[in-house]
Antibody
Framework: EVQLVESGGGLVQPGRSLKLSCLAS????????MNWIRQAPGKGLEWVAS????????YYADTVKGRFTISRDNAKNTLYLQMTSLRSEDTALYYC???????????????WGQGTLVTVSS | DIQMTQSPASLSASLGETVTIECLAS??????LAWYQQKPGKSPQLLIY???SLQDGVPSRFSGSESGTQYSLEINSLQSEDAATYFC?????????FGGGTKLELK
């Protein structure tokens, strides 16, 4: 069974940093592209960042480019999102999600974690 | 960026009815469209990918279709568990973009 478990969320002041993690199990992590997607309270879905299976291709939304860094450790089956210079508008539930197809760079999000809440407030 | 315009924003229907939700892409996305269902307090679940392919385990009352840049999700024989918010997402090009969502309420 595919499982994605996010952690690392919390309350943080504007301008500070936070690092999210997503521990994957139930599939060969190194074979799939991974993503972070966020959802502000009561709002829709916003894609944040993607990383290919071997970390060769990385993409960011314009809203986080230069502030967030996506990375992965295939030996630890873990996806990360380092967030710096946080703003109030970054407040959201952050999901990690796995792509549906093997070794693809883009595609549909076949599996989602339960999310970790990031609140940016003074 | 490719814009996905989803409609309606909300709808109310009765058990057993059929409903259709639509997404209009701002340019050709070549059938690279997915549909998700999100129930309150839960993470989104994939229903359909590549416009009309049903994800494993999803009931056959869900179906997807397309006409040009217009994509549709049809839910037949509505069940109580179908009450949720539905989102479309294009996976043709970066950045992946979502529709605004459709909240389906059961009468």
């Amino acid at each position: 069974e595919v499982q994605l478990v996010e952690s690392g969320g919390g309350l943080v002041q504007p301008g500070r940093s936070l690092k999210l993690s997503c521990l994957a199990s139930g599939f060969t992590f190194s074979n799939y592209g991974m993503n972070w997607i966020r959802q502000a309270p009561g709002k829709g879905l916003e894609w944040v960042a993607s990383i290919s299976s071997s970390s060769s291709y990385i993409y960011y939304a314009d809203t986080v480019k230069g502030r967030f860094t996506i990375s992965r450790d295939n030996a630890k089956n873990t996806l990360y999102l380092q967030m710096t210079s946080l703003r109030s508008e970054d407040t959201a539930l952050y999901y990690c999600a796995r792509l549906g197809e093997l070794r693809r760079v883009r595609g549909w999000f076949a599996y989602w974690g339960q999310g970790t809440l990031v609140t940016v407030s003074s | 960026d490719i814009q996905m315009t989803q409609s309606p924003a909300s709808l109310s229907a009765s058990l057993g009815e059929t409903v259709t939700i639509e997404c209009l892409a701002s340019e050709d996305i070549y059938s690279n469209l997915a549909w998700y269902q999100q129930k309150p307090g839960k993470s989104p679940q994939l229903l359909i990918y590549d416009a009309s392919s049903l994800q494993d385990g999803v009931p056959s009352r869900f179906s997807g279709s397309e006409s040009g840049t217009q994509y549709s999700l049809e839910i037949n024989s509505l069940q109580s568990e179908d009450a949720a918010t539905y989102f479309c997402q294009q996976h043709h090009d970066y950045p992946p973009t979502f529709g605004g969502g459709t909240k389906l309420e059961l009468k």
